[in-house]
């Protein structure tokens, strides 16, 4: 079978401070019509800069392609076909093939979607700039259907609406109805499905896959996440340091990879991670205890702002959590986990509700009373570098909250505590002299992790902290976590929707919809035999590895 896109050879460098960085590096691959093929790889391995490069929307004057050839079978009508390289296209013929015959999506739909146009607006703007003797009604009518495909319920009163008012799931939808809205041949995917639930991530993945038997187009798929390659692709290829450095069908690059580094990769997924021995938890009191918990939030209308509703964010939830424990907290977004989260540690000031540490009621206490249990109860939050201050030195970050509790007689004393911190997380103590935007999403996360540590708390709440990390450094942050559990008896709060990490870090696991638990017990009992339709839901709808992996 002929190939939609053959590239052949490809090389994209990029030029950044007087540098030249090989971003592709001789990369080789081609998408069939109807065929997925997935490329794979940590982040800055060179994927979506080779996405970039197939539809040329990487800036000219950075950007030089010394080698290689994008060759994609362009469709003029249904009897006429041409063999056009995309590096060799001048602007003119390029704008005639973007949108039209090879769409993209991205991963984040609300930084595509412009904020002061309608859904509707932006769907007929792409078909009106390809098809531009269309009538208004008639686009108007294809942008309609165009929702209705990707299944946005009650599409013609979504056609008027706004970008900030649907929400995550939904707005990746309209991303792909745009870019279906001219039949396309090739669908490019740039992690589409990343910062979705894994409800919404399954409805989104089969809505794709749909699509592309009714429409036999070519999709090529970036990601990172295995399950999402497992879902979604026929053919596989590994990116490492710009290059393909393995590539096959899909069975064949998980049941047997040849090349160390997709080993490695396929290694590090939760499931195959090496399992290890649980401390023995505190059989004394609770060291956090949560009673009928409640945060509403107050809704108000009309000119005087009279007081109509309340949204339940947190809706009276129990909880324990005893010393060298970890609970899961799991649910969709919006579900109450986060604010369950923030009210614990009163950085929200719950409505109702009583929060104990270490037997002590902390949720009517004063600012200046709270202080004291600051210190014992610390978070982690899912983005590192939006919690570091940029203009802060890690040294400073580290030793200011240890000066503002009295730890350390001396700035000198608490330098050290803060050099042992970053030993802890396994990081240089030297980097303390340096600045967040110098390190690495997956440094900045154990930075956040040495923050915490250095008021030995004992009890941590951590926020999606590898939600967005490569699924190695994800390793490395679980198996750090579960040591300083052990060595410090630390109780932790673990806030995800990943149920592949639940199952390796948790020992029991709370399931939360609507701001309640509906279901709560011992992550292997949830997991394996969940007594909630939600929670059934929420399993059913994980992408995994055939055989589990």
């Not at 960085?21 to 790889?41: H, I, M, N, Q, W």
């Not at 999506?105 to 269309?134: C, D, K, W, Y």
């Not at 799931?169 to 499905?193: F, H, S």
């Not at 919006?334 to 614990?344: E, F, N, Q, W």
């Amino acid at each position: 079978m002929d190939a939609l896109l053959d590239v052949k050879g490809l090389k994209t460098y990029l030029r950044s401070g007087g540098q030249t960085v090989r971003a592709v590096d001789d990369v080789s691959f081609s998408v069939r019509r109807g065929e997925t093929y997935c490329l794979v790889g940590e982040s800055g391995s060179g994927k979506s800069v080779t996405a970039l490069s197939v539809i040329r929307l990487l800036p000219e004057r950075i950007t030089s392609h010394p080698g290689g050839s994008i060759r994609f079978d362009l469709r003029h009508d249904a009897d006429r076909h041409e063999s056009v390289d995309m590096l060799r296209l001048d602007e003119v013929a390029l704008a005639k093939i973007r949108g039209l015959r090879i769409a993209m999506i991205f991963q984040e739909p609300m930084t595509s979607l412009n904020p002061v146009f309608t859904i509707g607006e932006q769907i007929v703007e792409a078909l009106r700039l390809h098809h531009p003797a269309m009538p208004a009604a008639e686009a108007r009518a294809r942008a309609l259907q165009a929702l209705q495909q990707v299944q946005i319920q009650d599409a013609e009163r979504r056609l008027d609406d706004y970008p900030h008012r649907l929400s995550g799931g939904q707005r990746q939808r309209v991303m792909i109805a745009m870019a279906m809205a001219c039949q396309p041949d090739l669908l490019i995917a740039d992690e589409p499905t990343t910062a979705l639930d894994v409800t919404v991530q399954a409805e989104i993945l089969k809505l794709m896959k749909a699509l592309q038997q009714n429409q036999g187009m070519g999709i090529l798929f970036i990601t990172h996440d295995f399950g999402v390659v497992a879902r979604m692709a026929d053919r596989v290829g590994v990116m490492r340091q710009g290059r393909i450095v393995e590539s096959d069908t899909l069975e064949a690059i998980i049941s047997r990879p040849q090349h160390e580094y997709t080993r490695a990769l396929l290694n590090a997924l939760p499931a195959n991670l090496p399992r290890p021995a649980k401390p023995e938890v505190s059989a004394q009191e609770p060291y956090i205890e949560v009673r009928n918990l409640k945060v509403w939030f107050p809704v108000r209308q009309g000119v005087l702002r009279r007081h109509v509703g309340d949204v339940k964010a947190v809706d009276g939830v129990d909880l324990d959590i005893r010393r060298g424990e970890i609970i899961a907290l799991v649910g969709e977004s919006g579900c109450g986990k986060t604010t369950l989260g923030r009210a614990i540690l009163r950085l929200i000031a719950p409505t109702d509700g009583e929060v104990r540490v270490a037997g002590k009621a902390i949720t009517g206490l004063s600012t200046r009373a709270l202080r004291p249990y600051r210190r014992a109860m610390q978070i982690i939050f899912q983005d590192p570098l939006s919690s570091l201050n940029p203009r802060l030195t890690i040294e400073t970050t580290l030793t200011e909250p240890m000066a503002v509790h009295g730890i350390g007689a001396s700035q000198e004393e608490r330098i050290e505590i803060a050099r042992q911190a970053l030993q802890t997380v396994q990081l240089d103590p030297e980097y303390l002299w340096r600045y967040p935007h110098e390190f690495s999403g997956g440094q900045r996360q154990r930075i956040g992790i040495a923050r915490a540590l250095v008021l030995n708390p004992g009890f941590i709440v951590c926020d999606e902290v590898t939600s967005a990390l490569d699924v190695s450094v994800q390793a490395e942050i679980l198996q750090m976590l579960l040591e300083l559990r052990r060595e410090r008896q630390l109780a932790l709060l673990f806030i995800t929707h990943d149920i592949g990490v639940v199952e390796y870090v948790s020992d029991r696991t709370l399931v939360m919809q609507g701001g309640r638990v509906v279901e709560e017990g011992p992550t292997g009992q949830v997991c394996a035999a969940p007594q909630n339709d939600y929670t059934r839901k929420l399993l059913s709808a994980v992408a995994r590895l055939p055989g589990g992996r």
